[in-house]
């Protein structure tokens, strides 16, 4: 899954967690999993003042944190997929 902005990312933060419930059973993993969604929400917040401060016509940079952003949620469940197989 793919954000297309910072609104997104309610859904896809609620998405990846239920997916480590339902799919992760070591609890060092889960602890590690939510700390990088916890992380990726940070990013996050920074990407919502990046987009409202191009929307005022700063010249911020929003594109490249939205990517930095999906690459960060491409490899959460990456992580999930290597963790469950992992058990």
């Given at each position: 899954?793919?954000?297309?902005?910072?609104?997104?990312?309610?859904?896809?933060?609620?998405?990846l967690?239920?997916?480590?419930?339902?799919?992760?059973?070591?609890?060092?993993?889960?602890?590690?999993?939510?700390?990088m969604?916890?992380?990726?929400?940070?990013?996050?917040?920074?990407?919502?003042?990046?987009?409202?401060?191009?929307?005022?016509?700063s010249?911020?940079?929003?594109?490249?944190?939205?990517?930095?952003?999906?690459?960060?949620?491409?490899?959460?469940?990456?992580?999930?997929?290597?963790?469950a197989?992992i058990?």
């Amino acid at each position: 899954m793919r954000i297309r902005n910072s609104l997104d990312w309610a859904y896809i933060d609620t998405a990846l967690r239920a997916r480590v419930n339902s799919r992760i059973s070591n609890v060092e993993n889960k602890f590690q999993l939510y700390k990088m969604i916890d992380n990726i929400g940070t990013e996050v917040t920074l990407l919502s003042k990046a987009e409202v401060m191009a929307r005022q016509g700063s010249r911020v940079n929003a594109e490249h944190l939205l990517e930095k952003v999906n690459a960060d949620i491409d490899a959460v469940y990456e992580f999930i997929l290597v963790a469950a197989l992992i058990g």
